[in-house]
Every structure is written in C-alpha cells, then in structure tokens.
C-alpha cells in the first residue's frame, strides 16, 4: 500500500492541477453535479472523475448522491488549513526580510559614518 501524504502535502498536489483548480473555483459558486463540472472540459467523464477523487482524498471537496446524481460541494475547512499554511510562510518571510531590510539600512549608516 502507498504511503499516505501529509494533508497538506495532499492538498497542494491537489491544487497543482489546472483542472482541479478549476473545480474547486466553480464550486467556490455553489455546490454542482459532476455532469456540470465535467461540461466546460474536453475529457471523458471517468478521467474527470479521477480528478474528482483526488479533489475528494484530499478532503478538499465532498460528494453525496442525490437521486440519479452526485452533487459535489467544497470543504472550506480543508482550504482553509491551505491558507494558514501560507500566511504562516508569508509571516516568516516579511520577517527575515524586515531583518534584511533593517541590516542594510545599518549597514549603509555605517558606511556613511566612516
């Protein structure tokens, strides 16, 4: 059996496919049977599923059946641990370039000083 990826890990794969990135900005609409979803792309329908499952492995959209259909919805709680990864990057980032910034600033006094 293969090794399951972090979620988070799980998540960007999921979003590093334009298709994928597609789905879940159409869902970001409102919820959509799978006919609906797969309409704007010109592939067939079990490839478009694959894309779905990984949508859905990563936690990223959920399904049910509602009669003959499959409704898709999004899980803004999985988006969300996508968005607090990044602002927690972004936040380590301005950081260490605040300190740059900071350091050449002195650096440069230093040197006008002399």
Do not use: Y
Request: charged content about 30%.
């Amino acid at each position: 059996m293969p090794k399951q990826k972090p979620p988070i890990e799980q998540t960007f794969a999921a979003l590093a496919d334009p298709t994928r990135r597609a789905v879940i900005r159409a869902l970001s609409e409102g919820d959509a049977t799978v006919s609906r979803l797969a309409a704007p792309f010109d592939m067939a329908l079990p490839s478009f599923t694959q894309h779905l499952g990984v949508l859905e492995d990563a936690g990223l959209i959920v399904s049910r059946r509602e009669g003959r259909s499959r409704v898709c919805s999004l899980n803004p709680s999985a988006l969300r641990s996508a968005e607090e990864w990044m602002a927690s990057q972004r936040r380590q980032w301005e950081s260490r370039l605040d300190r740059l910034e900071a350091h050449i600033a002195k650096t440069r006094t230093e040197k006008s000083d002399d």
